[in-house]
């Protein structure tokens, strides 16, 4: 089980907008939020599939490679050694 998702505080503006919309959906705010982020990342999931491809082409591993050290934790940034190296 993965730990609890915490987000920030949203504001005053964007806590209300998500009060009204919660009420308009007869959700909970927790719940409307999970709704709305998890629609967001499914309209922004194909461009996250491209970046992956991305940095893992820059470091010479496969997509599935990349994805799973990033879902693992295992993921390092590339270092500016490393970007140096790759433009010689």
Do not use: F
Not at 22 to 27: H, K, T, V
Not at 46 to 51: A, F, L, M, Q, V
Not at 58 to 86: A, C, F, N, P, T
């Amino acid at each position: 089980m993965s730990k609890r998702l915490q987000i920030p505080n949203l504001g005053e503006w964007y806590e209300d907008l998500l009060r009204v919309d919660s009420l308009i959906n007869g959700r909970s705010m927790p719940v409307q939020g999970q709704s709305l982020l998890c629609a967001k990342l499914q309209e922004r999931e194909e461009n996250i599939r491209k970046r992956v491809t991305y940095l893992a082409a820059k470091r010479g591993i496969s997509h599935d490679e990349m994805w799973r050290q990033m879902v693992s934790g295992e993921y390092v940034q590339i270092s500016k050694e490393e970007i140096d190296e790759l433009r010689d």
